[in-house]
C-alpha cells in the first residue's frame, strides 16, 4: 500500500517536450509510472518516450482519464499550468519548478482546496511509492525499496540520502513525499502524516525537515495522538540567522524558524530527534523495537 | 529582496499613503538643497541594516549648511560593514503616538497575514502579543475597506484615525499584491496633528518574482565573495570558518555544514552547487571555494540528478588549471559513482562513500576538533 499516489494514478506530464520533461519522462515510465500522456502547446500529435502529447490538458483528460499531473514549465508559467490542471479534474498535482512566485502557490493553493486538489510541492523532488512502482518526480530510482516506513521531507538529495540510508538498513518506504522548500506549499507535515496515519502498511515515519516557518512546530502538536514511532531529522543547525539557506523558505527570520524550537517542540511530542543524517536508521530500529 | 527605505517610501506614495516630505541624497550639496526645500530633516543612510539609528546612520540637520557637513561625514562611512553611498533627507516629524502596521504571508495558512498594534516602533517582535491584533486575508476576496473598518475597530481607534487606517489597509494590501511583496510594513506609522504618517517602511520583495518587475533595482546585500557565487546561479551563504563546503542541493548542504560543526570544525561557508548540477557551474563553484583560501576543501556529493563523473571531473579541471592548494575530502556516491570514483582515484584522490567519515577527516585534517 502507499499514499496518495497508486500504481492506478494516470499521469499527465505538462511541459513533456522540454529537456528536463522529456528526461524524466523516460524516467518515470522506468520505474513503472502509468505515464498517459503529456501537454506541450502546439505539438499534439507529437510522442515521448512512446507518449502522446496534447495540446490542452483538457484534451489529454478526455483521451486519456488521466487523474494525475507532474508540472515541469519554467516558473513564470507554473500558475497557469497548475490551475490549466485543476480545473480539468486533475485531483494530485505535482509541481517540480523552483522559484514559482510565492503570492502564485498562494493563488494555487486556495484554489486546489477548493477543489479538492492534492497539490504537493512546489519546489519538490515529487512523491515515489515502491512498492506501487510508480512516481511522479525527478529523485533517482535506485535508492528506493517497498518496505513499512513512510518518509515525509522538505528538501530532494537530503532525503536521498536519508532514503538510501534506510534502504541500506533494511527499512524500505510505503511513500516518500516532498513537501518542498518554498515559503507556501500544498502539503504540510500534518497533511501528510494524515495519510501515513491512516496507511496500515505504513508503521513508522521519519520527519526531514529544516530551520524556516513553524511546520514542524505545528506537526509536534499532531504527533502527540499519532500513535506510530517517528524518527526526525532537521538540517540547519549551524545555519546563521538573517540568510536564506538555498531554499526561500530556509530562513530564520525575526528570531521565527530556530532549529532549537523544531526540535523541541518535536522531542516534547514523542518524536526521536536526531543530530546527523546517518543516525536516522539506529534511531528508527530503536523506536520501531520500544514501539 | 529587501528595498531602500527610499523606495519602501516611494511605493507608499504611490499608492497614496502619506509619508513625511523627502528626498534622495547623493553628495552634499544636495543634502544643502534637500534640507533648503523641506526645512528641519533627519538624515538617514539608505543601507539594509537594523539599527540604524544607534549606529549613527540617522543625523539631524536644522540648517542647510549643517546638512551639506553632515552629509559630509556620513557620506562613505561604514556601517556595520556596509558602505553609506546614498542618503535619505526627510523632514522632522512632531510624533504624537506610534502605531504598526504590516502586510506579509502566513507560510501555515498559506494566506495573506496584516498585523496591527498601537504599541509601534519597536521591532514587532519585542511587543507583547497581546498588543498585536492578526487578521487573515482571503487572496480571493483581497482588502476591501471593510476589512480595514474591522481591524481598526479591534485596535480600539475611533474618527479620523480609523477612517484613515481602513483606508491604508486597503493601500497597503495593494502593495503586497502589485509588488509581489514578502513584506509591507510601516513602524512607525505615526500620528502627526491627528492623522496618520508613513514615519518608516519596509519593502521586501519576493525574489521568485523579480521576472514580472523589471524596473526593480536589483539589490544583492551579500558579501563581496557572496555576490560572486549568486553571479553563478548558486546559492551560497559566507559563513565565520576555515573549512569550504560544496554540497548539492540545499537540504544536503545545510546538512554538510552541520555535520562539520558536528565533529568541532568551522564551516567557512553554505554552497548549493545545484541538484543537478553540470561540470562547468561545478567547477567554477569550486574555484570560488579556493579564492577563500580555507584550511580544507570538502566536497560532499549524493548523485541524484547530479552525476558523480561530472563532479569528478570538474574537481579535476580546476586541480589542473586553478590548482587545489589545501587538503581536498570528497564524498561521493549515487548516480554513476564507480565511473566518478574511478577518476578521481586515478588522479589520486580516493572518495569516502559515507558522509561522517568523510565530514570527520575533513575536520581533522583543519587542524579542528575533539582530539
Redesign the interface.
Given at each position: 500500500m502507499a499514499v496518495l499516489l497508486t500504481k492506478n494514478s494516470k499521469i499527465l506530464v505538462q511541459g513533456i517536450t522540454g529537456n528536463q520533461g522529456r528526461f524524466h519522462t523516460k524516467q518515470m515510465l522506468a520505474y513503472g509510472s502509468q505515464v498517459v500522456g503529456g501537454i506541450s502547446p502546439g505539438k499534439s500529435g507529437e510522442q515521448v518516450e512512446g507518449v502522446p502529447v496534447f495540446d490542452t490538458v483538457e484534451k489529454a483528460v478526455e483521451k486519456t482519464g488521466a487523474d494525475a499531473s507532474i508540472v515541469f514549465v519554467p516558473a513564470p508559467f507554473a500558475k497557469d499550468a497548475a490551475f490549466e490542471a485543476m480545473e480539468n479534474g486533475i485531483k494530485l498535482l505535482v509541481m517540480i519548478p523552483e522559484h514559482i512566485p510565492v503570492q502564485d502557490s498562494i493563488d494555487i493553493t486556495t484554489r486546489a482546496q477548493e477543489l479538492g486538489v492534492t497539490v504537493i510541492g512546489p519546489n519538490t523532488f515529487g512523491i515515489i511509492s515502491p512498492g506501487e512502482k510508480t512516481k511522479m518526480g525527478i529523485m533517482p530510482n535506485h535508492i528506493y525499496k517497498p518496505g513499512p516506513i513512510g518518509v515525509v521531507a522538505r528538501s530532494g538529495t537530503l532525503s536521498y540520502e536519508i532514503a538510501f540510508s534506510l534502504t541500506n538498513g533494511g527499512f524500505g518506504q510505503t511513500t516518500v513525499v516532498g513537501m518542498g522548500g518554498d515559503p507556501v506549499v500544498g502539503q504540510t507535515f500534518i497533511s501528510v502524516l494524515h495519510h501515513f496515519k491512516d496507511d496500515p502498511d505504513t508503521e513508522g515515519v521519519v520527519m526531514v525537515g529544516e530551520i524556516g516557518g513553524s511546520a514542524e512546530e505545528e506537526a509536534a502538536e499532531y504527533l502527540k495522538t499519532f500513535g506510530k514511532p517517528v524518527v526526525a531529522y532537521l538540517a540547519g543547525r549551524a545555519a546563521p540567522p538573517g540568510k536564506r539557506m538555498g531554499h526561500a523558505g530556509a530562513i530564520i527570520e525575526r528570531g521565527r524558524g530556530t532549529l532549537e524550537s523544531k526540535e523541541k517542540a518535536l522531542t516534547a511530542a514523542g518524536a526521536q530527534v536526531v543530530t546527523m543524517p546517518w543516525q536516522v536508521v539506529d534511531a528508527l530500529r530503536e523506536a520501531m523495537a520500544s514501539h | 529582496m529587501k528595498q531602500y527605505e527610499y523606495l519602501a517610501k516611494g511605493a507608499l506614495r504611490e499608492h497614496g499613503i502619506p509619508i513625511p516630505p523627502g528626498r534622495l541624497v547623493n553628495n552634499p550639496e544636495e543634502a544643502y538643497q534637500a534640507v533648503e526645500a523641506i526645512g528641519p530633516a533627519a538624515l538617514k543612510a539608505q543601507v539594509l541594516v537594523g539599527g540604524r539609528g544607534k549606529a549613527g546612520g540617522i543625523r539631524f540637520a536644522h540648517t542647510p549648511e549643517e546638512a551639506r557637513e553632515t552629509a559630509k561625514a556620513m557620506l562613505g562611512m561604514d556601517l556595520k560593514g556596509y558602505t553609506v553611498e546614498r542618503l535619505y533627507a526627510e523632514g522632522k516629524l512632531d510624533i504624537e503616538r506610534e502605531f504598526y502596521i504590516s502586510v506579509t504571508?502566513d507560510?501555515?495558512k498559506?494566506?495573506?497575514l496584516v498585523m496591527a498594534s498601537l504599541a509601534g516602533g519597536v521591532?514587532?517582535?519585542d511587543v507583547d502579543d497581546a498588543q498585536i491584533v492578526r487578521q487573515w486575508v482571503?487572496?480571493?476576496v483581497g482588502v476591501l475597506p471593510y476589512f480595514g473598518r474591522e481591524l481598526a475597530q479591534r485596535l480600539g481607534l475611533d474618527g479620523v484615525l480609523a477612517r484613515e487606517f481602513a483606508d491604508l489597509v486597503v493601500k497597503l494590501y495593494q502593495i503586497y499584491?502589485e509588488k509581489?511583496a514578502?513584506l509591507v510594513e510601516i513602524n512607525p506609522l505615526a500620528v502627526v496633528d491627528g492623522h496618520l504618517v508613513a514615519a518608516d517602511a519596509r519593502l521586501n520583495i519576493?525574489?521568485?518574482?523579480l521576472?514580472?518587475h523589471k524596473n526593480v533595482e536589483l539589490i544583492d546585500e551579500g558579501s563581496e565573495i557572496e555576490k560572486k557565487v549568486h553571479k553563478i546561479g548558486l546559492?551560497f551563504?559566507e559563513?565565520d570558518g576555515d573549512i569550504a563546503i560544496m554540497?548539492?542541493?540545499?537540504?544536503?548542504?545545510?546538512?554538510t555544514?552541520?555535520?562539520?560543526?558536528?565533529f568541532g570544525g568551522k564551516?567557512a561557508n553554505?554552497l548549493?552547487a545545484g541538484?543537478g548540477a553540470s561540470v562547468e557551474p561545478t567547477a567554477q563553484a569550486l574555484d570560488v571555494l579556493v579564492s577563500m583560501e580555507p584550511k580544507v576543501i570538502f566536497v560532499n556529493i549524493?548523485?541524484?540528478?547530479?552525476r558523480c563523473d561530472d563532479v569528478a571531473k570538474a574537481i579535476l579541471q580546476v586541480r589542473n588549471t586553478t590548482g587545489i592548494p589545501v587538503p581536498l575530502v570528497v564524498r561521493l556516491?549515487?548516480?554513476n559513482e564507480k565511473e566518478g570514483v574511478r577518476l578521481l582515484e586515478e588522479a589520486g584522490i580516493s572518495a569516502y562513500s559515507?558522509?561522517?567519515p568523510a565530514a570527520e577527516r575533513a575536520v581533522q585534517l583543519a587542524g579542528e576538533g575533539r582530539s
Open positions: - | 504571508t507560510r501555515n498559506k494566506v495573506p521591532e514587532i517582535e482571503d487572496p480571493r499584491r509581489d514578502e519576493d525574489d521568485s518574482a521576472f514580472r546559492a551563504v559563513l554540497a548539492n542541493g540545499a537540504g544536503m548542504a545545510m546538512a555544514v552541520d555535520a562539520i560543526q558536528y564551516p553554505f548549493d541538484g549524493f548523485g541524484g540528478i547530479t556516491v549515487g548516480t559515507d558522509m561522517a
